[in-house]
T-cell receptor, first 118, second 113 residues
């Protein structure tokens, strides 16, 4: 079946512009995660959705970052007034979440969106 | 203290040797543990998951879990150059009405031919 898809694959924008990143999870996966990865660094957790709710928003770096999920499926990560330090690969992952149970939850990652802020 | 800690490496081993990757975690309530592999420029992919104390083997890979010591490790036997990648340790923790996965920063492994 289809995996996690993300769009766009690459985004170049100018400082101060707003950007929207999209994630389509695997069908039936109730949990959805957003991460950020800078070059040569580990995964930085941004936000986690269970269904349409976000139990944990603690990883969002600032109020310029927001995310939503509708219909328990597609999610959009929005970055307002982008800064150069926002340049990174933004990864989305989905999992069965509570539907699958804590013990068996495996995250499946999308290919990422490479964001470059000039 | 970081929730999940790994030695960043790089860890360099000769081809055919055993590579040992280690991870410690801080939340004693953690119940499930995962190892992901990430090739350069690619997304992470799951290698193994482990939930009970002891060893779990899958081919050349063995995951080891010690909840009392809050320690999880990954052994790669007969290491191959194709195993060269960053290995991410991940732990599920309870949060609010659900849970989330916390990743370590990863250990870079180089297998020399």
């Amino acid at each position: 079946g289809a995996g996690v898809s993300q769009s766009p694959s690459n985004k170049v924008t100018e400082k101060g512009k707003d950007v929207e990143l999209r994630c389509d999870p695997i069908s039936g996966h109730t949990a959805l995660y957003w991460y950020r990865q800078s070059l040569g660094q580990g995964l930085e957790f941004l936000i986690y959705f269970q269904g349409n709710s976000a139990p944990d928003k603690s990883g969002l770096p600032s109020d310029r970052f927001s995310a939503e999920r509708t219909g328990g499926s597609v999610s959009t990560l929005t970055i307002q007034r982008t800064q150069q330090e926002d340049s990174a690969v933004y990864l989305c992952a989905s999992s069965l979440g509570l539907a699958g149970g804590l013990f068996t939850d495996t995250q499946y990652f999308g290919p990422g969106t490479r964001l470059t802020v000039l | 203290q970081k929730e999940v800690e790994q030695n960043s490496g790089p860890l360099s081993v000769p081809e055919g040797a055993i590579a040992s990757l280690n991870c410690t975690y801080s939340d004693r309530g953690s119940q499930s543990f995962f190892w992901y592999r990430q090739y350069s420029g690619k997304s992470p992919e799951l290698i193994m998951s482990i939930y009970s104390n002891g060893d779990k083997e899958d081919g050349r890979f063995t995951a080891q879990l010690n909840k009392a010591s809050q320690y999880v490790s990954l052994l790669i036997r007969d290491s191959q150059p194709s195993d060269s990648a960053t290995y991410l340790c991940a732990v599920n923790i309870l949060v609010g009405g659900g849970f989330k996965t916390i990743f370590g920063a990863g250990t870079r492994l180089f297998v020399k031919a």
